[in-house]
């Protein structure tokens, strides 16, 4: 499943990320422009203070769709 946006504004984006783990309950990840600081829900995230896969998922859709776009114009 895709990531789905929540919220998109000028200071960062907020995705809904579905868990492999826990389905039904998904992860929150937020990444803010000004620093590119990301920030994910998830326990791994929180544990090892490092990019977890729910932020690769975004980091991906958010290149796909860039490649869409570029494409388009």
């Given at each position: 499943m895709n990531p789905r946006i929540l919220i998109a504004d000028n200071q960062g984006m907020m995705?809904?990320?579905e868990s492999a783990s826990e389905p039904g309950n998904p992860n929150i990840?937020?990444?803010f422009?000004?620093?590119m600081i990301w920030f994910c829900t998830c326990p791994?995230?929180?544990f090892r203070k490092r990019i977890?896969?729910?932020i690769r998922q975004?980091?991906?859709f958010i290149d796909r769709k860039?490649?869409?776009y570029?494409?388009?114009v």
């Open positions: 995705f809904e990320v990840v937020n990444v422009y000004e620093d791994d995230f929180h977890c896969k729910h975004v980091e991906d860039y490649e869409e570029k494409m388009e």
